[in-house]
């Protein structure tokens, strides 16, 4: 048990959740019309952290209504870009002057360490200045016909109107600026709805949003329970078009509400990513790659690197050194100065992970390390030790299913043609890893991979500018970079005849 004293709670951090949370609409800070409240946990210690409103379908029908009037009517459809873009630079400036605030309201209701928490704020405002460029650059086309007659032929990007946002709780601020920066760039307006778990941030990058300057209703934040709310916004006449980041499951859903009005959909969801380690790569990067590939945010990250596959002849090897590498990481509440691991979310969570390693011992897997709770005084929040599991085949279920907690699953194999076809066995294509020398091997494996993203010895990089998402049931669309530019506007074709 850590005797380390705690990083005290940000001055600003501790006075915002002070209060009970209300809900942005229409630029107004409002309870739920029915006057209902629920509470946010902090999942390191089980401790309320505060209440928040519990929005209904009602809340949701007021918030689309702000946004439409705003797109129809307001302020917002008149805006020049560059008035758009200088909002969105203001928007950075202020999560520059509030990053330790952001990072300790992320640390409070997700649980990871400070440590990475820090990065958030910096990250949301590189991404508000990528998209405050794209304002002033979206362009259409003059197209050459070959009709008779002298006809002037050209599009026109328009934005596609009220865009209604479902985001999920791992990953809850950048989340939330994934779903705004593109949007708000090119003239839509949000109706954004957090996970219940991790409300706080965004109501927090709420705020910031009101002093930043948008006008009342481009922005609405609303807050509740998942299936009532989620439902609302995506069978909503008036919403254009859903974004969502969560479950494959909730997106199949989501995808069924969004086919009875034709909404525009785009989702980012579940992975089961593939990281493959060659015997020729350098054995050190491999190794770390590796560990913080599925063990960073305690495995709760949509693209972790959870399905391993090890070449044959340095397979016992490198599952044993993956193990010692697991036991260094501190686990432990993100704000003691020293932990790399936090807490997973939820007692739900925590007994699902630890489900699925019984499943996997059931199945014949063995636990290399890890593989229970994690007991040394972190008995009230929600601890799980990161685990490797060896002696794993792709077909049982701990490599198939999305596990969503700090458990990798180790799968040796014997040829390029092997672990290629084996890595695309799932019926997931978010991430997938590659760790070699040999240059030529890197590019085949990375094009063979039927998945959005490939990372070749590194993992986890992201970026505004370069687009993000899934092949097969991870999802639809892309976000980042000019694939969200796609995503959140229509092309309009103009023909003028000049005879
Ligand atoms: P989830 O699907 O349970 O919930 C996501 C959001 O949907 C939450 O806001 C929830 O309240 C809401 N919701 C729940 N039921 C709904 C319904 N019937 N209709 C509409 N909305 C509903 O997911 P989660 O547990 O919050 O997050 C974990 C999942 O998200 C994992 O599968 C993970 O891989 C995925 N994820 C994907 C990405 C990506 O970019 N591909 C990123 C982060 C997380």
Request: with cysteine; charged share 20%; proline share 5%.
């Amino acid at each position: 048990m850590s005797t380390n004293t705690l990083i005290p709670l940000n001055r600003n951090a501790a006075e915002f959740i002070s209060k009970p949370k209300k809900m942005l609409i229409n630029g107004k800070w409002v309870e739920a019309l029915s006057g209902e409240t629920s509470q946010t946990y902090n999942p390191a210690t089980g401790e309320v952290i505060t209440s928040v409103a519990k929005g209904g379908k009602e809340d949701i029908d007021r918030a689309v209504n702000a946004a439409r009037k705003a797109f129809e009517e307001g302020p917002w459809p008149k805006l020049k870009p560059n008035e758009r873009a200088k909002l969105l630079l203001k928007l950075a400036d202020l999560l520059d002057e509030n990053a330790e605030e952001i990072a300790h309201l992320e640390t409070l209701e997700n649980g990871r360490s400070v440590k990475f928490s820090s990065f958030v704020a910096p990250n949301a405002a590189a991404h508000f200045r990528y998209y405050a460029g794209w304002a002033t650059r979206l362009t259409g086309e003059t197209i050459p016909t070959s009709r008779p007659g002298d006809v002037f032929n050209y599009t026109r990007r328009e934005p596609i109107g009220v865009c209604g946002a479902i985001n999920p709780w791992n990953g809850p601020f950048m989340s939330a600026v994934m779903k705004l920066a593109a949007p708000l760039s090119t003239g839509n307006t949000v109706v954004l709805k957090p996970a219940s778990e991790t409300p706080l941030g965004t109501l927090r990058l709420g705020e910031l949003i009101q002093e930043a300057g948008f006008p009342d209703g481009v922005v609405n934040i609303v807050t509740g329970p998942g299936t009532t709310l989620g439902n609302a916004l995506t069978l909503h006449p008036e919403v254009d078009k859903i974004a969502f980041t969560g479950s494959t499951d909730v997106g199949k859903q989501i995808m069924k509400n969004c086919a009875e009005t034709i909404k525009k959909v785009t989702l980012e969801l579940g992975g089961k990513s593939a990281h493959i380690i060659f015997a020729d790569a350098d054995y050190e990067v491999a190794l770390k790659n590796a560990a913080n590939a599925i063990f960073m945010n305690s495995g709760q990250v949509c693209f972790a690197g959870s399905r391993l596959f090890v070449e044959g002849k340095i397979y016992d090897n490198f599952v044993a050194d993956l193990a010692d590498y697991a036991k260094t990481y501190k686990l432990g509440n993100g704000f003691d100065p020293d932990t790399i691991l936090g807490p997973v979310i939820s007692a739900k969570q925590k007994q699902s992970v630890l489900n699925y390693i019984d499943i996997g011992k059931s199945e014949g897997a063995e636990v290399i390390t890890g593989g229970d709770a994690a007991e040394d005084g972190l008995t009230q929040g929600y601890y799980v030790k990161p685990t490797v599991l060896g002696n794993v085949r792709n077909d049982m279920t701990i490599a198939q299913d999305e596990i969503f907690g700090p458990v990798v699953a180790a799968i040796p194999f014997h040829s390029v043609e092997e672990v290629i076809e084996m890595a695309n066995k799932s019926i997931y294509g978010l991430g997938g890893g590659i760790c070699t020398t040999d240059v030529r091997k890197a590019h085949k494996v990375a094009h063979a991979m039927r998945t959005g993203n490939v990372w070749v010895n590194t993992y986890s990089l992201v970026d505004p500018a370069s687009p993000f998402g899934g092949y097969k049931q991870s999802g639809i669309g892309r976000e980042n970079g000019s694939a969200a530019i796609d995503a959140y506007t229509e092309i309009k074709n103009v023909w003028i005849n000049l005879d």
